[in-house]
């Protein structure tokens, strides 16, 4: 309930409405392990370690971060994808039996073209 109410005070409203409300705290993870791999490599970077750990801890942590962002990416894609699905459905679902089964055909020649020239 506390964390919510934080992420709201200091997150921008308009970030918080572009992300899924379960991805909220992933995002703010994945940003909070970029910006320490980057403290970590800077700080590696200043104090000159050459060590194999001097620049595997920030890796790691960039790492972490990139993919809890791209999983948030993700889940937002999804999201997309089945709003778009449910209206395509709700839209053929108007047409009369001929013409959804025309639609339908075009769009999957359409698909196939697609794929046989890649």
């Known amino acids: 309930m506390m964390e919510a ?11 918080v409405e572009r992300v899924p409300e379960k991805s909220v705290l992933e995002m703010f993870v994945g940003l909070l392990m ?16 050459r060590g194999f750990l001097a620049w595997a801890i920030p ?21 997309h ?3 778009v699905r449910d209206r395509i459905r709700d839209e053929l679902s108007e047409l009369d ?8 055909r075009d769009a999957l020649q359409e698909q196939f073209a697609f794929l046989k020239r890649g």
């Open 59 to 79: 890796g790691m942590f960039l790492a972490g971060g990139l993919a809890l962002l791209a999983d948030r990416g993700i889940d937002r894609r999804s999201e």
């Open 97 to 104: 039996p001929v013409a959804r089964v025309q639609v339908m």
């Open 34 to 49: 970029l910006g320490t791999g980057a403290g970590f490599g800077v700080f590696g970077i200043v104090r000159r370690k």
């Open 81 to 83: 994808i089945a709003v």
């Open 5 to 15: 109410n934080w992420f709201e005070d200091h997150i921008p409203a308009s970030i």
